[in-house]
Each structure stands twice: as structure tokens, then as C-alpha cells.
């Protein structure tokens, strides 16, 4: 297994969809995942450490989970299947580990907020894995100037 970190959530260039885009450590290779918008804005939130007043679906499961005394161990990204990829999230819990079948965006979603490590497959990493390129400095200002201008709504608007 390969340890992943979110490195950034925006917009596909070409189809306007929402993308959580993971990286290794080293950041040498990265995967791009299509995500849904309020997935998007659950792993956004997280990034940023925003809180909301009342919890979301997430920060719900959290809460569920910690009452429950389950622990989240980790999160992988264990199959890509006709361009869909599929996830687990393994649990601790007082009966022994436990392993759930998750979207990949939620699982990311939940890690992010357990502070739960991410990982992915050998395989997916040999069928999806993309070296990284260097992005020279203006191209990522650039695309930094983009990502601050977005908002919950830009993601709405391109879904009908």
C-alpha cells in the first residue's frame, strides 16, 4: 500500500466536475478522483478545519463512531473498476477491526476528520498512479488565484 494526502479539491478543467486530487508523500505521483459537490465541500471544510454549526454528514458518522468507541484506522482506495474506484474504511472497534465498503470521497471525507491515514492499492497505484510533472511557479499562482475564487456554489451551477 502507498500512503496518500489530499493535495487540493477543484473543478476539472474541461468538464467543470468536482476533483479531490490525492499525492504521495513525496509528491511524485497523484490521483485524480471525479467527486461529487457536497463531497467536495465536506473535504474542503475538512482541509480548512472549518467547523459548522450543526454537523454534517461527516462530521455526523465522526460523532457516531466516537460514541460508539470505534476508532478509524485508516482509509484505502482498494479497487479502480470500470473508472470507478472503490474504497475501505477499517475501523478498531472493541470486537476487533472491522472494514466497511465507502465511496472514495467519503472515506476521504471521514479520514480527513478522524485524522485517519489514506492510502491506496497496489493496484490502483499501478493502474492510476500519474507522475507528477513540476508545475513551475506562475503556472501553480495561477491556479492558486483560481481556487480562491471558488465557491460551494460554482459547483452547483454545473450540475444542471
Known amino acids: ?13 474541461n468538464t467543470m466536475v468536482p476533483v479531490v486530487v490525492i ?3 513525496d509528491e511524485k505521483g497523484f490521483i485524480p478522483i471525479v467527486i461529487g459537490p457536497p463531497e467536495a465541500q465536506a473535504i474542503t471544510l475538512a482541509m480548512e478545519g472549518s467547523k459548522p454549526p450543526r454537523p454534517l ?3 455526523l458518522m465522526k460523532n457516531l463512531l466516537d460514541a460508539l468507541g470505534a476508532k478509524v484506522d485508516r482509509v484505502v482506495i482498494s479497487e479502480l473498476r470500470d473508472e470507478t474506484y472503490y474504497a475501505r474504511i477499517y475501523l478498531k472497534t472493541r ?3 472491522v472494514d466497511v465498503d465507502a465511496r472514495p470521497s ?5 479520514a480527513l476528520r478522524t485524522d485517519a491515514p489514506i492510502f491506496i492499492s497496489e493496484e490502483v497505484a499501478a493502474k492510476a498512479l500519474i507522475a507528477s510533472k ?10 492558486r488565484r483560481f481556487l480562491d475564487k471558488l ?6 451551477k454545473h450540475l444542471h
Open 106 to 110: 467519503d472515506a476521504i471525507a471521514l
Open 134 to 143: 513540476p508545475i513551475d511557479d506562475e503556472e501553480m499562482e495561477e491556479f
Open 1 to 13: 500500500m502507498l500512503r496518500m494526502k489530499v493535495k487540493v479539491v477543484g473543478l476539472d478543467q
Open 57 to 59: 454528514t461527516h462530521d
Open 151 to 156: 465557491t460551494p456554489e460554482d459547483f452547483e
Open 95 to 97: 470486537d476487533g477491526q
Open 23 to 25: 499525492t504521495d508523500s
